[in-house]
């Protein structure tokens, strides 16, 4: 949302650039323990043209599955995480971050993708249609919203808005049903329409828009990269519904140019974790240029055996960046490796399943103190959905069932997204 030991060169201890994730002594153990552990699929992009990968949706394996992962979270302990997740989500469908706390769209969806996973369908109903009853009329919603649902920060930020399809092609991906997409879908469209109207010559999204109707001055990486697998994710959509869309395609593989080669185009934010392995999760940077590009950013950002930092700048270590980092490794076919830092995260794991937002080290000391969030534990279960590969919707941080994010720089314009299987699989 949101010790350290070397990864190349003696005296590695773990390395990113080994199919399997490589480690040794416990970390070993949770490698060894992910079932059909070969590195994953080839993360490689086709040459050019927007392609489904993967196989149709809905035959992964049946949406009552519950995602479990040897060594990290058996099927009950992904259901109590869901659960508290549910204890927190009011009876409006709005889920904030805490009893008492302020919700954002993004973290919303994330919350009901794990509602989803983890078979609590009608809480995730619910909480779609609160999103959707106040989507705004331009497409957009605010910032932030108060724990009783009135407005907090009137501000829109654009990778906010775009979540919504991410959310819905997870749904469909899980359930097939056609039906749920469609209710979905003018909210998607809305939704994308709206954070395409700022986006640059160059290719990146304006960050935000102010109450007054002025964007924000510059874009980010992060919001950037999310915002390009939201549009992967609305073009799907889009597809499967029938409906042509273009002009999403080309705004994909502009804004996946920029991710992938225009680090200069972006607000200088690199301290945060999440700017370093985002532009992997959004599909920009695949195969050896992704895992190189995570090798790099290890030691600054990875406390070996403790989890990801958030910020490079001090040693609190946050479950959500440990587990998105994990849903990256995955996508750049580390699954092994993944699995293990997984195994870090649970550290922050609660009796009633919910998970520390951060921790302190050396101290201990939780951050904010003895705070649970509901996106944390949301994204330690998407997590183990994507590495245990359970549910149909556990590829979609893989690119499995999208287009893939095609720069247009180095491809044709103008293809359209078909539904080719993915070699090998």
């Excluded at 369908?121 to 919603?141: C, K, S």
């Excluded at 999310?226 to 080309?250: F, K, M, N, Q, T």
Aim: net charge negative.
């Amino acid at each position: 949302m949101n010790g350290r030991g070397p990864l190349a060169g003696a005296p590695a201890r773990v390395d990113v650039g080994s199919p399997a994730g490589g480690g040794d002594g416990a970390r070993a153990g949770a490698v060894a323990a992910v079932p059909g552990n070969d590195g994953g699929r080839s993360a490689h992009a086709p040459p050019a043209g927007l392609r489904h990968h993967g196989q149709p949706p809905g035959t992964s394996g049946p949406a009552s599955a519950v995602p479990a992962l040897a060594g990290v979270l058996d099927a009950d302990e992904v259901r109590a995480s869901a659960a508290a997740i549910a204890a927190v989500q009011r009876p409006d469908g709005m889920i904030p971050w805490f009893p008492g706390g302020h919700s954002d769209p993004w973290n919303h969806v994330e919350a009901a993708m794990a509602l989803d996973v983890a078979g609590l369908e009608d809480a995730a109903t619910a909480a779609y249609r609160w999103l959707v009853a106040r989507q705004l009329p331009e497409g957009g919603w605010f910032n932030y919203y108060h724990w009783d649902g009135s407005v907090e920060d009137q501000r829109v930020d654009t990778n906010v808005c775009a979540y919504v399809a991410t959310g819905a092609w997870h749904r469909f991906l899980l359930r097939g049903d056609r039906g749920a997409l469609q209710e979905l879908w003018p909210a998607i469209d809305r939704a994308i329409r709206f954070v395409l109207r700022w986006q640059q010559p160059d290719g990146t999204v304006r960050w935000s828009v102010d109450p007054d109707g002025r964007p924000g001055r510059f874009a980010l990486l992060t919001g950037s990269s999310s915002i390009l697998h939201s549009l992967r994710c609305a073009v799907a959509c889009a597809e499967e519904l029938g409906h042509e869309r273009p002009d999403w395609e080309l705004a994909a593989g502009r804004l996946a140019h920029a991710v992938a080669h225009r680090p200069g185009a972006f607000e200088p934010k690199g301290e945060f974790a999440m700017d370093w392995y985002y532009p992997v999760i959004s599909g920009a940077l695949t195969g050896d240029r992704a895992v190189a590009h995570l090798q790099a950013g290890w030691d600054t950002f990875v406390m070996e055996g403790l989890g990801v930092r958030c910020v490079s700048t001090g040693p609190w270590v946050t479950a959500a960046e440990t587990a998105e980092c994990a849903i990256a490794l995955d996508a750049a076919g580390r699954r092994g490796l993944a699995a293990a830092v997984l195994t870090w995260a649970q550290a922050h794991r609660q009796a009633d399943g919910s998970y520390l937002t951060g921790i302190v080290y050396p101290e201990q000391s939780t951050f904010p103190v003895d705070q649970t969030s509901t996106y944390t534990a949301a994204a330690v279960v998407l997590a183990v959905d994507a590495v245990s590969r359970t549910s149909p919707a556990s590829g979609i941080f893989r690119g499995e069932h999208l287009p893939a994010a095609v720069d247009l720089d180095e491809a044709p314009l103008g293809l359209t997204a078909r539904s080719v299987p993915e070699p090998g699989r």
